[in-house]
């Protein structure tokens, strides 16, 4: 019996501690050495298991339509998904291969019984995790409405964050003064993140300064001496790109903002930073618009933004290296680490770009790239409400376990087994899932409402050809 074993830990931390994948894995070979069989790959992921699409269970499903494999082994059954229909298609794209999924710890057997009860077992863990959800999200709410922030993620530069409340790091507050200070005073955006780059200033969340990270900054109603919370959420959803004929797993984060009557403010102490200046910073950055780059005395084309890396998507910068006979002129990847990082030439990518737009505006091009994109968008929205309820139970329950999970960590630090500093750190990357997960929730969308915004998108999008002249 060729046997393929599967683990999942729900964190890249959890994953990098090995501790969790490395248990699944001497449990799942000790029973194929029970059961003689024979080991032919062992597959892992360190994501969320709400998700079908992931690196490790794609390479393995994979080998299965491959027909090398008899068995597909994991511990427990909520290390395959966490969803009930999520393994009811894994179970019957499998077997169409003759392959069997178990976990070790399903209910039954192979008969129609047995299936039934596999299945019941995830519909009550997931009811279970959705009473623990509820009791979640009345017990965050209230926290706010006592004057509480329910939990941060990373605190915003300059703050620090302890049971429920911000308080202000001197040392990094400074900085932000400054950064409001400048921008106030007319420095732009470009010229206060080269001066951060060049003292070597800690951004809010451990990476580089961007003009992004800064209107964010400014924009922070926190530095105005409240923290709203329910102003926002996020939507955190995983997506794949084929690049260079190889599957690259990312995600993609939207911001939805909710009416202002529902946000509840809580009070934070006071930055330091005087209104009027807040106010003068945010004035000379709020109306901001896009020009191209005039470096050399050139137009470029594709610079601030609108030109993106194919690979990694970050914006393209202007390049104009010197030799001893020529200037040349190229766009760049600003990501420095990018595996695919080119020189493109200026003349030639701005032609070929050109081309292209002007090809997709000719009316038949044109009407065939708008039906082609509309349609999809509205097959995406039917496969993403095929079932709300599950949705919304699917995202419930995960919650409610992240919650568990909180409480555990709770009672280890109570217990004395994690030190304070250690504490915080898992407390707050926990309440930092949890608060993307509510996100989520809040953007599942009423279909028919979905389907009026897509069809007018595509109203004004045909519309946009309409008495032009294209000869």
Same mark, same amino acid.
């Given at each position: 019996?060729?046997?393929?074993?599967?683990?999942?830990?729900?964190?890249?931390?959890?994953?990098? @501690?090995?501790?969790?994948?490395?248990?699944?894995?001497?449990?799942?070979?000790?029973?194929?050495?029970? /059961?003689?069989?024979?080991?032919? =790959?062992?597959?892992?992921?360190?994501?969320?298991?709400?998700?079908?699409?992931?690196?490790?269970?794609?390479?393995?499903?994979?080998?299965?339509?491959?027909?090398?494999?008899? !068995?597909?082994?994991?511990?427990?059954?909520?290390?395959?998904?966490?969803?009930?229909?999520?393994?009811?298609?894994?179970?019957?794209?499998?077997?169409?291969?003759?392959?069997?999924?178990?976990?070790?710890?399903?209910?039954?057997?192979?008969?129609?019984? =047995?299936?039934?009860?596999?299945?019941?077992?995830?519909?009550?863990?997931?009811?279970?995790?959705?009473?623990?959800?509820?009791?979640?999200?009345?017990?965050?709410?209230? &926290?706010?409405?006592?004057?509480?922030?329910?939990?941060?993620?990373?605190?915003?530069?300059?703050?620090?964050?302890?049971?429920?409340?911000?308080?202000?790091?001197?040392?990094?507050?400074?900085?932000?003064?400054?950064?409001?200070?400048?921008?106030?005073?007319?420095?732009?955006?470009?010229?206060?993140?080269?001066?951060?780059?060049?003292?070597?200033?800690?951004?809010?969340?451990?990476?580089?300064?961007?003009?992004?990270?800064?209107?964010?900054?400014?924009?922070?109603?926190?530095?105005?001496?409240?923290?709203?919370?329910?102003?926002?959420?996020?939507?955190?959803?995983?997506?794949? &790109?084929?690049?260079?004929?190889?599957?690259?797993?990312?995600?993609?984060?939207?911001?939805?903002?909710?009416?202002?009557?529902?946000?509840?403010?809580?009070?934070?102490?006071?930055?330091?930073?005087?209104?009027?200046?807040?106010?003068?910073?945010?004035?000379?950055?709020?109306?901001?618009?896009?020009?191209?780059?005039?470096?050399?005395?050139?137009?470029?084309?594709?610079?601030?933004?609108?030109?993106?890396?194919?690979?990694?998507?970050?914006?393209?910068?202007?390049?104009?290296?010197?030799?001893?006979?020529?200037?040349?002129?190229?766009?760049?990847?600003? /990501?420095?680490?990018?595996?695919?990082?080119?020189?493109?030439?200026?003349?030639?990518?701005?032609?070929?770009?050109?081309?292209?737009?002007?090809?997709?505006?000719?009316?038949?091009?044109? +009407?065939?790239?708008?039906?082609? +994109?509309?349609?999809?968008?509205?097959?995406?929205? &039917?496969?993403?409400?095929?079932?709300?309820?599950?949705?919304?139970? @699917?995202?419930?329950?995960?919650? =409610?376990?992240?919650?568990?999970?909180?409480?555990?960590?709770?009672?280890?630090?109570?217990?004395?087994?994690?030190?304070?500093?250690?504490?915080?750190?898992?407390?707050?990357?926990?309440?930092?899932? !949890?608060?993307?997960?509510?996100?989520?929730?809040?953007?599942?969308?009423?279909? /028919? +409402?979905?389907?009026?915004?897509?069809?007018?998108?595509?109203?004004?999008?045909?519309?946009?050809? @309409?008495?032009?002249?294209?000869?």
């Amino acid at each position: 019996m060729r046997a393929a074993l599967y683990c999942r830990v729900s964190t890249e931390e959890q994953g990098n @501690r090995g501790y969790s994948l490395r248990q699944q894995l001497e449990a799942l070979r000790e029973y194929c050495q029970q /059961n003689e069989y024979e080991i032919v =790959g062992e597959f892992e992921d360190r994501v969320s298991g709400a998700y079908l699409n992931r690196p490790g269970l794609d390479t393995l499903r994979d080998l299965v339509a491959d027909g090398h494999v008899d !068995i597909v082994l994991a511990q427990d059954a909520d290390r395959i998904t966490r969803d009930p229909i999520h393994r009811a298609i894994l179970d019957d794209e499998f077997g169409r291969y003759e392959t069997r999924l178990v976990a070790l710890d399903d209910w039954g057997d192979d008969s129609h019984e =047995g299936e039934l009860l596999k299945y019941m077992k995830g519909w009550v863990s997931k009811g279970e995790r959705l009473k623990i959800a509820e009791r979640t999200r009345r017990g965050r709410l209230r &926290k706010a409405q006592e004057g509480k922030i329910p939990g941060s993620g990373v605190p915003p530069l300059g703050f620090r964050y302890e049971d429920g409340h911000y308080f202000v790091v001197e040392e990094k507050m400074f900085l932000v003064r400054d950064i409001f200070q400048r921008v106030a005073d007319g420095q732009s955006l470009n010229e206060v993140v080269k001066h951060l780059q060049r003292i070597g200033a800690p951004t809010p969340g451990g990476g580089k300064w961007h003009r992004t990270t800064l209107r964010t900054l400014i924009f922070n109603d926190t530095y105005d001496g409240v923290y709203y919370y329910g102003r926002s959420r996020k939507r955190r959803t995983p997506v794949v &790109k084929m690049v260079d004929g190889e599957k690259v797993f990312g995600y993609k984060t939207e911001t939805e903002e909710h009416p202002r009557e529902e946000w509840i403010p809580i009070s934070v102490p006071d930055s330091g930073i005087p209104s009027e200046t807040i106010q003068r910073a945010r004035q000379r950055i709020e109306g901001n618009t896009w020009t191209p780059s005039n470096n050399n005395g050139l137009t470029w084309e594709l610079s601030g933004g609108v030109g993106l890396c194919g690979y990694c998507g970050s914006r393209l910068r202007t390049r104009s290296p010197n030799n001893s006979t020529r200037k040349y002129f190229y766009y760049t990847c600003l /990501n420095e680490s990018c595996s695919f990082n080119k020189h493109y030439r200026k003349q030639d990518l701005e032609r070929k770009v050109g081309e292209l737009l002007a090809d997709t505006l000719r009316p038949d091009t044109w +009407t065939e790239f708008v039906d082609k +994109t509309i349609n999809q968008k509205i097959a995406d929205l &039917k496969r993403r409400h095929r079932s709300p309820a599950e949705s919304r139970q @699917r995202l419930l329950a995960r919650v =409610g376990e992240l919650q568990t999970k909180l409480d555990r960590t709770r009672e280890l630090y109570t217990d004395g087994d994690y030190l304070r500093e250690e504490y915080h750190e898992k407390r707050d990357a926990i309440q930092d899932q !949890i608060m993307v997960l509510q996100q989520e929730l809040s953007k599942l969308e009423d279909v /028919n +409402t979905g389907m009026t915004r897509i069809e007018f998108l595509r109203y004004l999008l045909m519309s946009m050809t @309409r008495g032009v002249d294209h000869t």
